[in-house]
């Protein structure tokens, strides 16, 4: 068995990047695609709201990227604590094979499986947000196998 608690700090550190790349690029997302969100959003809220659908827009603008930098670092804990648990099961024989996979593994339970509630909002969409995905979360699984592999080292035979 791995060490679920180094697997946790490594994941917390690693969140901490994962979530600011993630927040920038969910920024840049979102006001990429301004046109199309803001015409799915007035059409799921009905026209006589107090507030304009602009408004809804950059509120969603400011929101998104804080929300998307916590779930980083707590995404980022639990799965490290996974990955230091499962580390000796994880297919490869050094730690930047492991992380790859692990991390393409999240990636598709994360994003492919579970994001398909995304094509509501479009094709193009869902599909910016699985590249977007696969890029940050390969970025999370090599720091995270690289923290990992360092913390371990550290520790006494």
């Known amino acids: 068995m791995g060490n679920v608690t180094i697997g946790a ?3 917390v550190i690693s969140g ?3 979530g ?3 927040a920038i690029l969910t920024y840049i997302t979102l006001s990429f695609m301004k046109e199309q969100i803001i015409g799915i959003i007035s059409s799921l809220l009905p026209s006589n709201l107090p507030i304009s659908i602009e408004k809804i827009f950059e509120m969603a603008l400011f929101i998104s990227p804080i929300v ?3 779930i980083g670092i707590i995404g980022g804990l639990i799965l490290g604590a996974i990955y230091g648990w499962i580390y000796e099961k ?3 024989k050094n730690f930047l094979i492991k992380g790859l996979f692990f991390s393409i593994i999240v990636w598709f339970i994360l994003s492919v499986i579970l994001g398909l509630g995304n094509l509501q909002y479009g094709i193009m969409y869902y599909s910016i947000n699985l590249l977007l995905g696969l890029i940050t979360t390969i970025v999370y699984g090599i720091l995270l196998s690289f923290l990992y592999e360092k ?3 550290k520790i006494p035979k």
């Open 9 to 11: 700090k490594a994941g």
């Open 90 to 92: 994880i297919p490869g």
């Open 68 to 70: 998307s930098f916590l």
């Open 16 to 18: 901490i990047f994962y």
């Open 20 to 22: 600011l790349l993630s």
């Open 151 to 153: 913390f371990i080292s």
